[in-house]
């Protein structure tokens, strides 16, 4: 174990690691940070010094705890210059954030003070402790879920967090509740409690959506325990935030799923090899014979749906503010269209407002959340998906338009390649071209002949991916079930 540590940096992550320290056996530690006005204060009793001050510990291991991968650079190249061979005891964030959490004393206690009772067989776990609201993650996680109850696995269950939600009546008693800290990432008190739910699972595997506390708990646990917990890692979005992220904690995971192809591919650009990294497509309700009626009449407004998250306007991942820019861009195109929006968000009200000071009310219709059994009845009802995210893992809501008929207007994120032919049952634009994508929808408006054709092979594409069966065996290969 570290004797000794140099943290450069003290922000959000280091106050984070300082708490982790309080409970280990480690007592030489130090802070340094550039800003002066942060010297000769302390976190969590640890003292921020000058930079300088690194000479005076020349056998201490060095964690650079700053997030942005362009400032660790520079610090680097500064230590190295100014401080020649401290940056051969340097140690990653994620390294350390770990080995603090093996060493902490409450989890040891937790986790070996107790003789564990062995289940007679595997347990499977999934991770929701973000809540079992119906996100796409936590859809398709109790959908999973239940068709395998269904199927007769009983030994599968959710771990979430204490929140009150509505959960399908079979997979009540499978809930694992337990108290997370929202408000701070890898909360340790959040890691405890979660190690306490799954000790008492052993064995088992457990298959992640984050790298969270769920991954790491299982992580932790398979250190003492290492025959008895597998974590299979399920990557739902893409981004190179997130790839770091899954990348910093490579260690914890002994096999990944990919939502996409594309996600799959830059994984293993990043180093991870392709025998530990599969791909899947998540089924959803999509009917074997399409029935659905389209606007063909020139005369009537083409119909526009958009289902899903309203998160943010620019740099957020779903870009409402080009989803307004389009609107503003049919209706100068004087394009006869209604566009509905299922959703909700912390953006939702600023667009109602915008749409009203333009007295487009009338064309734009905000229907908030819906529930997830009326979905298809709602894409059924549209000519057209409409999605400007900047990044997608996969997403499902695309995917449930086009198996429910409706035809995509997308920009080109992770996964829709797999399932658009681009001009032959949808259209890709480019990321943030709000323009092609009205060009697009202005085209389908003036060529309605088109909506049926595209839309039925939209659903031909979308059906033999769809189906539940086909998933429960790829997920009963995974976790080798009969085997």
């Known amino acids: 174990m570290l004797d000794s540590l140099i943290l450069y940096g003290a922000g959000r992550r280091c106050r984070t690691l300082c708490k982790m320290l309080q409970e280990t056996p480690i007592q030489k530690v130090v802070i340094v940070d550039s800003s002066s006005d942060k010297w000769g204060s302390h976190i969590e009793g640890y003292p921020i010094k000058p930079p300088i001050s690194m000479k005076e510990y020349p056998n201490a291991n060095l964690c650079i705890t700053i997030a942005d991968k362009d400032k660790i650079g520079q610090v680097r190249k500064e ?41 007679k067989e595997i347990n499977i776990i999934f991770d929701c402790v973000n809540g079992l609201g119906l996100g796409g993650v936590e859809t398709w996680t109790m959908s999973l879920c239940e068709a395998m109850i269904k199927a007769g696995k009983e030994n599968i269950f959710i771990v979430s967090d ?10 009540a008693s499978h809930i694992l509740y337990t108290e997370i800290d929202h408000k701070e ?38 250190y003492y325990y290492p025959d008895m917990v597998e974590v299979i890692s399920v990557i739902h979005n893409s981004g190179e935030h997130l790839y770091n992220g899954y990348m910093g904690f490579r260690e914890c995971t002994d096999l990944y799923i990919a939502v996409s192809r594309d996600i799959r591919e830059e994984m293993i650009k ?37 289902a899903g998250r309203m998160d943010g306007m620019e740099h957020s991942q779903k870009r409402m503010d080009l989803l307004l820019k389009l609107i503003m861009q049919l209706e100068e195109k004087e394009i006869l269209f209604e566009m509905e929006l299922a959703g909700d968000g912390s953006v939702k009200e600023e667009m109602e407002i915008e749409i009203k000071a333009h007295k487009l009310t009338k064309k734009v219709r905000f229907l908030g959340k819906l529930p997830h059994e009326e979905i298809p009845a709602f894409w059924k009802c549209q000519d057209i998906c409409i999605n400007l995210a900047d990044y997608e893992g996969r997403s499902i809501s695309i995917m449930e338009a086009m198996g429910n008929g409706a035809i995509p207007v997308v920009t080109d994120t992770s996964g829709v390649k797999e399932d658009i032919e681009n001009g032959i049952n949808g259209y890709i634009v480019p990321l943030g071209d709000y323009q092609a994508a009205a060009e697009r929808i202005e085209y389908l408006a003036k060529n309605r002949q088109q909506l049926r054709q595209m839309g039925e092979l939209a659903h031909q594409v979308m059906y033999p991916k769809s189906q539940m069966g086909t998933h429960l065996k790829f997920w009963e290969s995974i976790l080798n079930y009969g085997g």
């Open 162 to 171: 204490a929140g009150k939600y509505q959960v399908p009546h079979s997979i």
């Open 185 to 222: 990432y890898l909360s340790i008190e959040s890691v405890k409690n979660v190690v306490d739910v799954l000790r008492k699972k052993l064995p088992c595997k457990v298959i992640t959506c984050m790298p969270d506390e769920v991954m790491v708990a299982a992580y932790i646990l398979k």
């Open 270 to 306: 990043k180093g991870v090899s392709p025998d530990r990294i599969e791909s899947m497509t998540c089924p959803f309700v999509c009917e074997e014979t399409l029935k659905r009626s389209y606007t063909e009449k020139g005369q009537e407004p083409i119909r526009i749906g958009y």
């Open 79 to 119: 230590i190295e210059k100014t401080q020649p061979g401290q940056l051969k005891k340097e140690i990653s964030y994620c390294k350390l954030l770990l080995e603090l959490l093996k060493e902490n004393v409450i989890i040891k206690k937790k986790i070996l003070g107790q003789k564990e009772k062995k289940e």
